[in-house]
Structure formats: structure tokens, C-alpha cells
């Protein structure tokens, strides 16, 4: 059932709002895919925040922005098949319209889960990173609120609700945060047991929704239920602080 992806693939899921450097893709993995990940979270790695719980795999960034050199854990890599998917997608590889990032392939994912309820405030993502986020939903859905930074110059004339996009990202879905979408732009999950007036004029991504009718007959609105994120990335500075070991163990090296 793997899906054939090409250049018209990518651009039939743009986003057409700006920054127009987002891509929804519904059903990028299946149900028993997304049941194999949660299954295999593992419960001690749970970093508790005031509203959302956070692991890093596979591991959280040095003060200074680094990543420790090390795999991502088979369950966010390759079984279930994320990393091979995103990789035919082209993402971070650079392919099918999309610019590649340093390292060519996510080093790094923030699981990040949330309660009915439960939100993450309007935020960037910053420097650390190379500008690509790939989020997969897991669980409930969610709405994600953008909203694009004033530009320098800019009056506050501008139109507001152009500035304010609302993505609504359901179980099992993919999000491709890139460039300007990346750069210029504030995104955050607002903190509501339900997101309510979901329609096509007020859904960015509502076209290219996976089942847009399960919002709509139930009157535009979302029930929230507990919703995990899986956002890959690719960290800029890597570290090799286990240079010594692989010397001292003859492990030999591995690429960046
Ligand atoms: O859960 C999401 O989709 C957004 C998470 C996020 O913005 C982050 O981890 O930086
Ligand atoms: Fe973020």
C-alpha cells in the first residue's frame, strides 16, 4: 500500500494560505501503525509541563543547541516505516519541490502530548533547527493556530484574518512546516476541550482533509481527545561526544 510520491503528489497537498510553505497529507500512516507507536512510547520518558507532557528522542538538546549523536528508536524510524516515508516524500531529503537540510533526514523528534484540554502557547520553533518541521498526529485531532510575524515596516492595518491561518491536523495525518511558514511564523495549540466553527472558510486545510464530514456533521466542531505528536527535525550542530568510546570499543564511525 506505500504510496507513490512525486513532485504533483507534494504540490496537490500545498496549503493555499500564506505562507504557502505548508503540506497536509491525510492517512500518511495507517491506524495499526499509529497504535504501534503509541504502544511503544515509553512511559518513563514523560517530561511533565504546565499544559502538555514532552519526550525527546533521542535525547533533549544541549543548552547550546546541540544534539548528542545517536538513532532515533526503531518506533519513531522504521518500524513503523516513518523515516523510509518521509525520505520518498522529500522533506528533508531535498526532493519533489521541497529544499534538503544539512543532514538530508530528521536527527531529532519532540513527541509532545496533550490532554483534553491542553494546549502549547503560540511559539517558534527557532534556530536550532534547519527550517523543516514534519509533524505526525497521533490519537485526537487538533487545530493549530499560525499566525504570521508583523514584518518589519508593516502597519497593523494589515488584514488579520489573513495573517491568521487555523490547521486542522487529524489522527494519522502528516504536517510539513517549511520556509516562510518556518521562519516568519507563530504557531501554537490553543488549550480548549473542543475547537468549534470548523468549515472550509475558516479551516485552511479543510480541502485536503482526510474526513472532513466527521467535523461537519458534527456541526463544526472537535471534541478533543488525548492527541500525540511526533514533530521530526533536523538538529543543525551534532556532537560526537562518544568519539573516545568508538575509538577505545574499535566501533568504527558512522556519517553525520
Ligand atoms: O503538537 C504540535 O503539533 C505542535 C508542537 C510544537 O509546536 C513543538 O513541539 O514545537
Ligand atoms: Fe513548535
Not at 41 to 58: E, G, I, K, S
Not at 97 to 118: D, S
Not at 138 to 149: C, E, H, R, S
Not at 161 to 189: F, K
Amino acid at each position: 500500500m506505500e504510496q507513490q510520491y512525486d513532485a504533483g503528489f507534494v504540490a496537490a497537498h500545498r496549503l493555499h494560505s500564506l505562507p504557502e510553505s505548508m503540506y497536509y497529507f491525510p492517512d500518511f500512516i495507517t491506524a495499526s501503525e499509529e497504535q504501534q507507536v503509541l504502544q511503544k512510547l515509553p512511559p518513563n520518558r514523560w517530561t511533565h509541563l504546565a499544559h502538555r507532557r514532552l519526550q525527546a528522542h533521542p535525547s533533549a538538546l544541549s543548552a547550546r543547541g546541540a544534539l548528542l549523536a545517536a538513532p532515533l528508536p526503531p518506533y519513531l524510524a522504521a518500524a513503523p516505516p516513518i523515516l523510509p516515508r518521509l525520505e520518498a516524500l522529500g522533506p528533508f531529503a531535498g526532493t519533489n519541490g521541497f529544499v534538503a537540510t544539512p543532514h538530508g533526514r530528521p536527527n531529532h523528534c519532540l513527541v509532545n502530548e496533550y490532554r483534553a484540554g491542553e494546549g502549547i502557547m503560540m511559539h517558534e520553533d527557532g534556530g536550532a533547527y534547519a527550517p523543516v518541521v514534519a509533524t505526525v498526529s497521533l490519537g485526537g485531532a487538533v487545530v493549530l493556530d499560525v499566525v504570521v510575524k508583523a514584518q518589519e515596516g508593516e502597519g497593523k492595518a494589515e488584514d488579520e484574518a489573513q495573517q491568521r491561518q487555523r490547521i486542522l491536523c487529524e489522527p494519522r495525518s502528516l504536517l510539513v512546516t517549511t520556509g516562510r511558514a518556518y521562519v516568519d511564523a507563530l504557531h501554537g495549540v490553543p488549550a480548549v476541550a473542543a475547537d468549534e466553527d470548523l468549515g472550509a472558510a475558516t479551516v485552511a486545510n479543510w480541502a485536503l482533509l482526510g474526513s472532513p464530514a466527521r467535523y461537519a456533521d458534527a456541526g463544526g466542531r472537535n471534541e478533543r481527545a488525548t492527541r500525540v505528536s511526533l514533530t521530526y527535525r533536523d538538529v543543525l550542530r551534532v556532537s560526537w561526544a562518544g568519539g573516545l568510546g568508538r575509538m577505545l570499543g574499535g566501533g568504527g564511525g558512522g556519517g553525520t
